[in-house]
């Protein structure tokens, strides 16, 4: 038997923090400017980040230095593209 965050009224209750998420998009979808259909889609939003990064497992696997500044340098350049795309053009 295990437990965590996902197993709270059954074997697996993810899906219940779903509930806030969908019904602020049913609330968006039927009234246009709803701040709380706005809030519960922020909520269950988190909600969902939350469950995803708490139920996350990373394992780092041995490489040589040269894949690892390899896989450095591409995440480096990828976040200045990003970062560049998003400056206002002159």
């Known amino acids: 038997m295990s437990s ?3 197993r709270f009224w059954g074997y697996n209750t993810f899906g219940l923090a ?3 998420l969908l019904l602020g998009i049913g609330l968006l979808f039927f009234g246009g400017r709803a701040a709380l259909a706005w809030t519960l889609i922020a909520v269950g939003s988190a909600i969902v980040a939350g469950g995803v990064l708490m139920n996350l497992a990373i394992y780092f696997r041995p490489t040589s230095l040269f ?5 450095f340098g591409m995440l480096a350049a990828g ?4 970062a560049r795309s998003l400056q206002p053009r002159g």
Request: charged share 5%; no cysteine.
């Open 18 to 20: 779903l509930l806030p």
């Open 4 to 6: 965590g965050w996902g």
């Open 79 to 82: 976040i200045g593209l990003m």
């Open 67 to 71: 894949d690892t500044l390899v896989m």
